[in-house]
């Protein structure tokens, strides 16, 4: 079946410090890619996606790449902000129904 | 203008009991889905639901039911609540996917679920 797996957190970053958070996944088929982000009380919001293999996502800065060959999406940015803390999902759909296969969510806590 | 929205947002109840959250989307989709988020932040796929096709994941108790009055509703009930119930749910919705790639999902603010 399909699952995606992404590192444990509490990631904890100063300001302006450099984001990875790994995400890799086991799917049949050719699946896209998401992140999507969790602010405290809220909804999740897409973040960035990716459609096939050697597309880009990028959003506020945010960078991942779908490597096919090491079934990655991990997620970057280059200079995290106070308010980039939140839980972030790697997730995929590669099945009818366009349902989401999620990872576990990783938590971000940017000091300033 | 909100884009998916649930309610009620927070709900309370004894084990036992037949509730309902209800989920509404204006973004013209004619695809919806239910999400449970436990303790944890585990997410996991619940239910897909268009107007042609109802795909279950096959861990949900058949406790769960959604119920579609129309395009842009569709809610859940849940009969004879137990404690492992508590979680949050969320409603998203999207296109329809359209060849490989998979639609965009959007998401509702999400119906804190508390089993007493």
């Known amino acids: 079946g399909n699952s995606v797996t992404q590192m444990e957190g509490p990631v904890t970053l100063s300001e302006e410090a450099f984001l990875t958070i790994n995400c890799t996944y086991t799917?049949?088929?050719?699946?896209?890619l998401f992140w999507y982000v969790q602010y405290p009380g809220e909804g999740l919001q897409l973040l960035l996606k990716a459609t096939k293999a050697d597309d880009k996502g990028s959003n506020k800065g945010f960078e991942a790449t779908y490597r096919k060959e090491t079934t990655s999406f991990h997620l970057e940015k280059g200079s995290v902000q106070v308010s980039d803390s939140a839980v972030y999902f790697c997730?995929?759909?590669?099945?009818?129904?366009?349902?989401?296969?999620f990872g576990g969510g990783t938590r971000l806590m940017v000091k300033p | 203008d909100t884009a998916v929205s649930q309610t009620p947002k927070y709900l309370v109840t004894q084990m036992g009991n037949d509730k309902s959250i209800k989920c509404e989307q204006n973004?013209?989709?004619?695809?919806m889905y239910w999400y449970k988020q436990d303790s944890k932040k585990f997410l996991k796929i619940m239910f897909s639901y268009n107007n042609k096709e109802l795909i279950i994941n096959e861990t949900v108790p058949n406790r769960f039911s959604p119920k579609s009055p129309d395009k842009a509703h569709l809610n859940l009930h849940i009969n004879s609540l137990e404690l492992g119930d508590s979680a949050v749910y969320f409603c998203a919705s999207s296109q329809a996917s359209s060849g490989r790639a998979a639609r965009t999902q959007y998401f509702g603010p999400g119906t804190r679920l508390t089993v007493l």
């Open positions: 799917a049949t088929g050719y699946p896209s």
């Open positions: 973004l013209g989709h004619d695809t």
């Open positions: 997730a995929l759909s590669a099945n009818a129904g366009n349902m989401l296969t």
